[in-house]
């Protein structure tokens, strides 16, 4: 659980952060006091854009618009001639660019978790959309739609989420940020290696303080299950711990064996928990790839076999203890 | 006989306590027992052996008394000296073989020469008194795929593995068939005379009581006679 669980949270924030690279930009321009994962709607003027295309340096500008629909999905509208300027344009697996207001294009991780194929319809916003094409994930939103027609249906008009600028020379990046920090006083501003290196579990509000609480439902939940199996073997072994006792077996020489069938139990519990995070992954990406994300961490393998094995250790102590100091003769005499 | 006896009791006293009640199990029992000697203690349910039993074996503690197994006080000792008592001196075989279950026949007689701390040990005597139980071709099988009398061989083995001073046997036979029996009666009479083991064996059957070279009668927590 606890593997799957920080999968999920560094997959899906590093699907944002690769979407974010994929549009091709050297800098982000955001709306004041909003978050690195903003899924807010759109709190910026359009005007913005004009104002950074006239910078020095800046070669091309973008605006871009998020709105969030159910859970983690978002639709985002864009001026698609302007984003294929600045990101060399999607690449199109099925179908084509949009043409009319009704059509939407999708990655083809919301067409695999949508059945949905160039040419079918989707219901999304209290309307209709037609699958102008299915594109390669990885660049930008999963959704996509014309920004004038995302502004139309959410009351937004003449406003975006945020700008996305493509400079004349990487070399030149820090000068122009320096430059629009200067001038746009409270807006965040980010080069995109400082952005995707800020979207972290760390920068998500909330996120880090959840895995924590996941971790330390992981703590009681194993602890709990170690208890209870290691308690009942306790109770099932009476006698055959009464046996070993009348061989001479000493009280530290029970919990010997006792604690190493416990080690036994976290190591396969760890080695199953990191079995069941492939198969978690799997079954994301089989089912529900546009929603969720997950990424293997090895990196936590350790600390989750730490965690099982500490709280293994712990659920097994009053078995344990009860167990050492059983009485040899009542022992044998148990049925 | 002028050896010290192997064992020695004097005065033994037992009472357990249930609630305010007191129950009298051995109210001074007196019993010698000279190193190598086969003795059977006979009784009835209720006479106080099994008591007596569990303290030789070091599983209990006397109330009062005298009880020295090679030559230890047992009165003095700790419950961990009592324990590293059982692991050196004592061999147990019990009425229900009390066999490991998920372990089989051979691993059952190495825990507890690993319980020893004896694991490591190539022990030539031990095949032999493998070939004298009969049980050699049968080690590798678990307790519930050997019969009654295979796994009292077995109990056997694991009991004298570790050259234990004495064997104690309660009631070894009390789950056999009188084949298996007198295959076991004869093998701890073989274990006396051939390798000089002690053994003190509680029995009610008389016939389980000709096997020993000496019985001695208990009633009401003591020793009622004894038979040269």
């Known amino acids: 659980m606890m593997l799957t669980l920080v999968g999920l949270s560094r997959g899906m924030l590093a699907d944002v952060a690769r979407r974010a690279r994929g549009v091709g930009a050297d800098i982000v321009v955001r709306p004041p006091g909003t978050s690195l994962i903003g899924l807010s709607s759109a709190p910026m003027s359009e005007k913005m854009v004009d104002f950074l295309r006239r910078q020095p340096h800046v070669t091309h500008a973008v605006g871009s618009m998020t709105h969030p629909l159910s859970g983690v999905t978002t639709i985002t509208g864009v001026r698609l001639k302007e984003f294929d300027e600045i990101s060399g344009g999607f690449k199109y697996l099925e179908g084509g660019p949009i043409r009319n207001r009704d059509e939407i294009i999708v990655d083809n991780y919301y067409a695999r978790q949508n059945n949905l194929r160039a040419g079918a319809t989707v219901e999304l916003l209290n309307r209709t959309w037609r699958v102008a094409g299915v594109v390669e994930e990885g660049k930008l939103a999963r959704l996509v739609i014309p920004l004038d027609v995302l502004q139309e249906l959410t009351a937004n008009p003449g406003r975006i989420s945020q700008v996305w600028v493509k400079v004349d020379d990487p070399a030149n990046v820090p000068k122009v940020i320096a430059s629009l920090k200067d001038q746009l006083k409270g807006y965040p501003v980010y080069s995109m290696e400082e952005l995707t290196s800020l979207i972290s579990v760390n920068n998500v509000p909330g996120l880090r303080a959840f895995i924590t609480v996941i971790i330390l439902l992981a703590v009681v939940v194993g602890f709990l299950v170690v208890f209870l199996s290691m308690y009942t073997a306790v109770l099932e072994r009476t006698r055959e711990i009464g046996i070993l006792k009348a061989l001479g077996a000493s009280p530290l020489y029970v919990l010997h064996i006792l604690f190493r069938e416990t080690l036994l139990l976290a190591l396969a519990g760890t080695v199953l928990g990191i079995l069941f995070s492939y198969l978690t992954r799997w079954m994301i990406m089989s089912w529900a790839p546009a929603s969720l994300t997950q990424v293997i961490v090895p990196d936590w393998w350790a600390i989750a076999g730490a965690i099982a094995l500490g709280g293994a250790l712990v659920g097994a102590s009053y078995p344990g203890w009860r167990a050492a100091r059983q009485d040899p003769i009542e022992a044998l005499a148990y049925e | ?228």
Not at chain 2, 21 to 36: I, K, W, Y
């Open chain 2, 1 to 228: 006989m002028s050896e010290e006896p192997i064992i020695r009791v004097r005065d033994l006293r037992k009472i357990y306590r249930v609630g305010e009640v007191e129950v009298h199990a051995l109210r001074g029992v007196n019993l010698d027992v000279p190193r190598g000697e086969f003795l059977c203690v006979a009784g009835p349910s209720g006479s106080g052996k099994s008591t007596l039993f569990h303290i030789l074996g070091g599983l209990l503690a006397p109330t009062s008394g005298t009880v020295i197994v090679g030559g230890h006080d047992l009165s003095r000792l700790t419950d961990s000296e009592r324990t590293a008592l059982r692991r050196r001196m004592v061999g147990f075989v019990f009425q229900k073989f009390n066999l490991l279950p998920t372990l089989t026949a051979a691993d059952n007689i190495a825990i507890a020469r690993h319980i020893a701390g004896r694991n490591h040990d190539n022990d030539p005597w031990f095949r032999e008194v493998l070939e004298l139980l009969g049980i050699a071709d049968r080690l590798h099988h678990k307790p519930s795929k050997l019969s009654g009398g295979e796994q009292q061989r077995v109990a056997i083995a694991r009991a004298i593995v570790n050259h234990p001073a004495i064997l104690l046997a309660d009631e070894p036979t009390g789950n056999l068939d009188s084949q298996n029996s007198a295959a076991v009666l004869k093998i701890l009479r073989d274990l006396n005379e051939r390798l000089g083991q002690t053994i003190l064996l509680i029995t009610h059957d008389p016939v389980v009581a000709s096997y020993a070279h000496r019985v001695v009668h208990m009633l009401d927590g003591r020793i009622v006679d004894a038979e040269p």
